[in-house]
């Protein structure tokens, strides 16, 4: 199937995705733009594209099917609502937007465009992620004991990075890593009954968070920081066995033991594939929204706002 992507935006993330969209069958980037122009020219001297001075001149262009988004948390309210706007379909980088607010503001305005909308939540169109969901869906471990997901890396040179340390672009582990904990545990086992957490912040964003997940009859320890490595593992306990995830937000293998059997799961393709075939599958087939709802978008951007009031750690858009 053949689909022309814009790119908005072409820093580290859009590139290490746009070397794997050229590994898919019949896509193609036809149009970008980004703030820095000179990085843009330079994107697409390798990966293609017509280069445009404005993100509205590059969503237009007639050839776009669709639009990624990969830009600083703190711009992609603006971008994605561009796109709703002009009615181009539009897949955005985790997260969607800074709250839950600023989303319910856009789901509100594409009800009238119905446009297509979805976040780049890779994880979730990773065939492991959707086995170890199958596996707890059928009960392979039993009655959940306990759960542990953490994303706990040393980003060298964070402080430096305002992508990751400035209050003003969003950042903070927890909007950058912890945003793959807590959906993990979201799409595991729903929305807890209460979350208590605890951070500790630099110039006013959280260099780490740690959270309990209080469900009924177990607790989740989430916890994401980017100054020292404690893991980036998912582990679920259960009365009959463990499944263990290790690298989960972009695994390549899950490990089921229960006393009757050990099975390994095992998918070593590109992972930023899958989403963006099905989502390109998605736009041609007419549909509003991908299997990674916004709903769960929503929802999760909800969980990540009470972690955040919790620990003190306080946007432009909250205010
Ligand atoms: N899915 C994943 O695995 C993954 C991994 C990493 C990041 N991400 C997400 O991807 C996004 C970008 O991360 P990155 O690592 O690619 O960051 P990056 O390398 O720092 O690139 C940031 C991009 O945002 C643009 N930008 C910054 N401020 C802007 C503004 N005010 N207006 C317009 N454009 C602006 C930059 O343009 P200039 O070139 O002009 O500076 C650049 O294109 C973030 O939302 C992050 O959460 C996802």
Not at 89 to 101: D, M, Q, R, S, Y
Not at 109 to 136: G, R, Y
Not at 165 to 186: F, I, N, T
Not at 278 to 307: H, P, R, T, W, Y
């Amino acid at each position: 199937m053949s689909f022309n992507w814009c790119f908005i935006g072409t820093g580290k993330i859009a590139r290490r995705v746009a070397k794997q969209i050229m590994t898919i069958e019949g896509h193609k980037i036809v149009s970008v733009y980004n703030r820095t122009k000179k990085k843009a020219i330079s994107f697409a001297e390798v990966f293609q594209g017509r280069v445009y001075d404005t993100a509205f001149e590059a969503i237009n262009d007639s050839k776009v099917e669709g639009v990624y988004i990969a830009t600083t948390n703190d711009t992609h309210f603006d971008f994605i609502k561009l796109c709703l706007e002009n009615k181009k379909p539009v897949l955005c980088e985790k997260p969607l937007t800074g709250n839950a607010k600023e989303l319910q503001k856009l789901l509100k305005l594409n009800a009238k465009n119905q446009t297509f909308f979805s976040e780049a939540m890779w994880t979730w169109f990773n065939p492991v992620s959707l086995q170890v969901k199958k596996w707890i869906k059928e009960n392979k471990i039993g009655k959940i004991k306990s759960a542990d997901c953490r994303f706990c890396v040393p980003l060298f040179g964070y402080k430096k990075n305002i992508r990751l340390s400035s209050v003003e672009k969003y950042g903070g582990a927890l909007l950058d890593l912890g945003v793959y904990c807590v959906r993990y545990m979201y799409e595991l086992f729903g929305l807890p009954n209460r979350i208590i957490s605890t951070g500790k912040l630099y110039n006013g964003v959280d260099i780490f968070n740690k959270s309990q997940f209080i469900y009924d009859n177990f607790t989740a320890n989430v916890a994401s920081r980017f100054n020292l490595y404690q893991g980036d593992t998912c582990v679920i306990k259960g009365e009959k066995g463990t499944i263990k995830v290790p690298l989960f937000h972009r695994a390549n293998k899950a490990i089921l033991k229960t006393k009757k059997e050990r099975v390994v799961f095992k998918d070593n393709r590109p992972k930023f594939t899958y989403q963006f075939a099905q989502v390109a599958k998605d736009i041609k087939e007419g549909k509003k929204e991908s299997f990674v709802s916004l709903k769960s978008s929503l929802e999760v951007l909800q969980l990540m706002d009470e972690i955040r009031k919790q620990i003190g750690v306080i946007y432009s858009c909250d205010k």
